[in-house]
């Protein structure tokens, strides 16, 4: 049996605490029109540590330069949006300069408080805001 495909997920953490999240893109199928972390699927024979940078400079044009595995999960609704392994990251350094909208996977990104991101309607899944509670707390 194949085992489930795993995804990375870049939390991209400000000095100043605002996060990064991009606005999925209405045609995907899991999680259309949510605000999630940036990131994206493994690609056979990749590390997780690759696939994140591969993953940020291709959405983004960021790349990690320090980072911390905050989280491995299954995916919440394997019945909706298909059997996934998940790996959340917080990325704390990158080279690139600001932040761009480079695909189509995101019809927006945008930079958020851990406040702001507790009152949108729809944000991923609350484990975002409670790695970054874990990680920095106020």
């Known amino acids: 049996m194949a085992s489930a495909p795993e995804t990375v997920s870049a939390l991209f953490l400000r000095s100043d605490g ?26 056979a024979g990749e590390g997780l540590d690759e696939a994140l940078i591969r993953e940020c400079r291709e959405e983004v044009g960021l790349v990690p330069t320090t980072y911390r595995l905050m989280l491995s999960a299954p995916e919440h609704f394997p019945e909706r949006n298909g059997a996934a392994l998940h790996h959340i990251y917080v990325v704390s350094a990158w080279d690139g300069g600001e932040a761009e909208n480079l695909t189509d996977e995101h019809s927006e990104i945008g930079w958020f408080s851990i406040e702001e991101m507790e009152r949108l309607p729809n944000l991923t899944v609350s484990e975002l805001i409670e790695i970054l509670r874990e990680c920095c707390p106020s």
Do not use: N
Not at 32 to 39: E, T, V
């Open 18 to 43: 605002r996060v990064l999240l991009g606005l999925r893109a209405s045609w995907k199928r899991a999680w259309a029109d949510h605000w999630d972390a940036i990131g994206g699927r493994v690609e």
